[in-house]
């Protein structure tokens, strides 16, 4: 069958089986920024944002979410042009093997939309579901924390 779906910004049709995971259809298609490692919705690696929401996309039914909009990590930005939240992550060392990076900055974008300015408590919850074997979050919550307070800075002087 047909599938289409906005992924970063631009409509994408692919054939897919009725049992395909989503995870599995991007990554054949070249989504290689997408990580998977446990493939039963435990690790988190392989996390997108459909319509803005963090998912596991192992456990996504590719054929569930025709028509959504998904946002991979290249979404956001990339080396040449990295989004606030890739820039904090950097800045605060938060990227070490980098496995579950992708899918952290995806978690903290989702929260940022929702609340620009979250608690430390939000964050971890946020990041949650996002394992990483290399730290103990510390840097990723500063990070977070950092990349808000620049969002905001930049939205007023948007706004100004
Ligand atoms: S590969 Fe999807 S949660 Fe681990
Ligand atoms: S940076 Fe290595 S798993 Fe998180």
């Known amino acids: 069958m047909e599938a289409v779906y906005r992924i970063n910004g631009k409509e994408k049709r692919f054939d897919i089986s009725p049992g395909d995971r989503l995870l599995d259809v991007l990554k054949d298609n070249g989504y290689m920024e997408v990580k998977g490692d446990c493939y039963e919705g435990l690790c988190g690696a392989c996390t997108v944002l459909i319509d ?53 900055i995806l978690s903290a974008y989702a929260l940022l939309l929702r609340d620009p300015d979250p608690s430390e408590e939000d964050i971890r919850m946020a990041l949650d579901g996002n394992l990483c074997r290399c730290s103990g979050y510390a840097q990723q919550v500063a990070a977070v924390k950092m990349a808000a307070e620049m969002m905001r800075e930049a939205e007023n002087d948007d706004r100004a």
């Open 52 to 104: 803005n929401i963090p998912y596991a996309s192992c456990m996504v039914p590719a054929a569930g979410v025709c028509g959504a909009k998904i946002t991979t990590v290249k979404g956001l930005g990339d080396i040449t042009n990295p989004h606030l939240i890739q820039q904090a992550f950097v800045k605060y060392g938060a990227v070490q093997c980098g496995y579950c990076t992708p899918g952290q």
